[in-house]
Structure formats: structure tokens, C-alpha cells
């Protein structure tokens, strides 16, 4: 059973930033896949961002492309997601979560393993 513990949410004005860490119980953690999910209100849980194990391959979905970067730090079992030029339709609550394939999927289906969310909230 892998825990995944998120910080890093907050309040902030639109076009600032956050970053956003996440950080797993195991040393298994450099084999999965990690991914960053949001939840809006009244909204489903959607994709944001992923990469693979090594941190090679990355992927984001076409709403943050350009603004957020992930990245991974597999000696500190952490996975980051730094969101720049922050938007009000950015907030929502902010998950990382972890699949055992390695890839960095895009589908919630695919993980495994979830963090219990942080907020983020951006004001116009």
C-alpha cells in the first residue's frame, strides 16, 4: 500500500504561481507512474499532468500545457507540479496519484494509489 501525501495548495491571485508536492511512503516509489489530477465542484476528476518512472516522459492535458511543469525527484520519493500563470478556472482540489505501469497514464482508471487532495484556490 503506497500513501501519497500532498501539500502545497493555497490561495493566490490569478497569473501567480504554486508548486505543489507530493510525497510517497515506499521506496517502490521510483517504478510508478505519477500523475496530477483536479476536481472542481459539481465537476468530475480530471487529468493534468503525468510522467513516467524515470521522468523522461511527461504529459499534460491542453488546459495547463505551457504553464505547469511536473517533474519528479525519485531520491526524495516526490513528485512536483509547479503551476505558473495561474488561472481562476484553475481551482479546484489537487490530487497526485500512482500507477504501477510506469508510463504516466491519463486515465483516472489507471492509478492505483491516491493522495487525499490539496486546494487550490485562485481569485480573479
Known amino acids: 500500500q503506497v500513501q501519497l501525501v500532498e501539500r502545497g495548495g493555497g490561495l493566490v491571485q490569478a497569473g501567480g504561481s504554486l508548486r505543489l508536492s507530493c510525497t510517497a511512503s515506499?521506496?517502490?516509489?521510483?517504478?510508478?507512474?505519477m500523475g496530477w489530477f483536479r476536481q472542481a465542484p459539481g465537476k468530475e476528476r480530471e487529468f493534468v499532468a503525468a510522467?513516467?518512472?524515470?521522468?523522461?516522459?511527461?504529459y499534460y492535458a491542453d488546459s495547463v500545457e505551457g504553464r505547469f511543469t511536473i517533474s519528479r525527484d525519485n531520491a526524495k520519493d516526490t513528485v512536483y507540479l509547479q503551476m505558473n500563470s495561474l488561472k481562476p478556472e484553475d481551482t479546484a482540489v489537487y490530487y497526485c496519484?500512482?500507477?504501477?505501469w510506469g508510463i504516466g497514464n491519463y486515465g483516472v482508471n489507471d492509478y492505483v494509489y491516491w493522495g487525499q487532495g490539496t486546494q487550490v484556490t485562485v481569485s480573479s
Open positions: 496519484a500512482a500507477e504501477p
Open positions: 515506499e521506496r517502490t516509489f521510483s517504478t510508478y507512474g
Open positions: 510522467i513516467s518512472w524515470s521522468g523522461d516522459s511527461t
